[in-house]
């Protein structure tokens, strides 16, 4: 007998390690109930994963589970915010008892090792969907937001992009030297700890989700500046290299969607605090905001290039 | 050519008349910041309403807008919370501007009504599906959970019960004469000023959304009481009464969901407070809680009475 909406919840989703101070009342009422540290702003990020438009079909349970929440979270990283507690609104086509089990393992794993609560959400029948909305503090005026580049920032880039784009390509493929990639996109590392030491001096900042090109776009957009883009500088990891030639490597890394990297911008008089972050992860210094709009592309020997497509298109 | 989701974003859901002082950073970048008042906690409620599961394919994009927010603020009505901001997850099967603005509007107009300002979310392709999440401020020690009941305890309703399900299964019927009870299911109204009152002086609340019997059940499991159901105190509308006979009527009013009125429990020495919540809406005194588990529905002629059914089962 599949199990009911009741037990799905006390069984699988009330069995978290995470029990925060600040929830003063979880699952199993109308809602939740919490409280924000004095002095601290919250942070609000939601995002939807549909079956086979965010993610294949057949990509794992346990994985489903993990990326939904790591794509939440990187959000928050993005705004420099410290990861505090979630809700999922999860639609599922039946009451499967393995499958629920997977997919909260690879939640609540996520969510244990950021501390973060799951404090209550919705349970449906339909088509496979995941809603996450994650909550954040940020210490009052201390907004890391998309419109603060200013022209001569330096551009950063966390980690290496295009690995997801290359996982989602070689989907189908079963030879064990794809892994690394399909596990890019599979479990995404959010930024968290980068995020919130960017705050103390990053002027803007966004998450890598639609693409490099169209992310930092938004960047350029809300902070009404333009941008040089030093194509070399780009850190590709070795297993796009060796499974993809240059070209494609490149592209992937300007236009793929899903790594879930972060892309912000410093003052140059700051370039030496990027320095701490190196025990953190790796980060590449990508290019400079300028004052003329627009986005300019550069190959090492000067010329410009034309990216052949520009991020994900929702509609 | 359809709306990008940009565009969506920009021409349809920004425009919103309300803007709140304690939304820092509202719609547009990768999160939205906010502050909750001091003394204050955070109270957050999530409801997915899929089409054809939650509510008719065929109901109008307007109704869909407003009734997806009167679910969510009944909710905060719940816990007694007052509301404040929303985020919505939108998923749609194409970007048809004509739906958009008119679900926009149903949408748009609730949360004006009560200052409740969209502050983010997330759009998306596929079948057509809404989460919402509200969030509404309580002050601090003024929790209003499903666990507080006691022996003694009296029980009230707000408003008239079973309507929306009587207006769901007159769906299909033309006739003017069902537009009353078609509109209690795709316009419910939040009790949100009954909610705040009750805070004060309930020991428990639920909101009607599965059915009195289920939804009453709740406060028992919760509470660890049983309760008496005196059901010729049930109230209901003159429409339900004219187009179904009482047998009907009754299952409907003890087992229908989607009315979205609340159940409350009240100390009987504070019951003269409810005659001061007689301005907001017709309340119902329809039994006492008792130490003894379960719940016992007495007909007038003091005999028991076994509801057939007992609420909708997601799964």
């Known amino acids: 007998m599949p199990l009911s909406e009741f037990e799905i919840i006390q069984q699988i989703f009330k069995q978290q390690k995470v029990d925060r101070n600040d929830v003063l009342s979880g699952i199993g009422d109308d809602a939740a109930i919490t409280s924000i540290p004095e002095g601290h702003e919250l942070v609000l990020a939601m995002d939807t994963m549909i079956a086979g438009v965010h993610f294949p079909e057949n990509m794992k349970p346990k994985d489903i589970g993990y990326r939904s929440l790591a794509v939440n979270l990187s959000d928050l990283a993005a705004m420099g915010a410290e990861p505090a507690w979630v809700t999922l609104a999860l639609t599922i086509p039946q009451s499967n008892e393995t499958w629920l089990r997977a997919f909260a393992s690879g939640f609540l794993t996520l969510a244990t090792q950021y501390n973060v609560q799951l404090i209550g959400g919705d349970l449906s029948r339909g088509d496979l969907s995941i809603t996450i909305q994650a909550h954040g503090f940020l210490p009052a005026n201390k907004k890391l937001l998309r419109s603060g580049a200013q022209p001569g920032d330096l551009i950063y880039v966390t980690g290496t992009l295009g690995d997801a784009a290359a996982g989602l390509i070689s989907w189908q493929q079963p030879e064990q030297s794809f892994a690394y990639l399909k596990q890019r996109l599979t479990r995404p590392t959010p930024r968290v700890e980068v995020g919130i030491a960017l705050r103390e001096f990053a002027t803007s900042a966004i998450d890598v989700s639609d693409g490099l090109i169209a992310d930092l776009g938004h960047i350029l957009d809300a902070s009404k500046v333009g941008a040089k883009l030093e194509i070399a500088n780009l850190s590709l990891s070795l297993a796009i290299c060796e499974k993809f030639d240059l070209d494609q490597a490149r592209e ?54 034309e990216p052949a497509r520009s991020g994900y298109q929702h509609f």
């Not at 236009?255 to 911008?265: A, K, M, P, Q, V």
């Not at 905001?289 to 592309?297: Q, V, Y």
């Open 252 to 305: 992937m890394a300007l236009s793929g969607g899903d790594d879930y990297e972060l892309c912000f911008t410093v003052p140059s008089r700051k370039e030496e605090q990027i320095n701490k972050l190196a025990n953190l992860c790796q980060i590449a210094r990508i290019g400079t905001i300028e004052a003329e709009p627009g986005l300019r592309c550069l190959l090492p020997d000067g010329t410009h290039y």
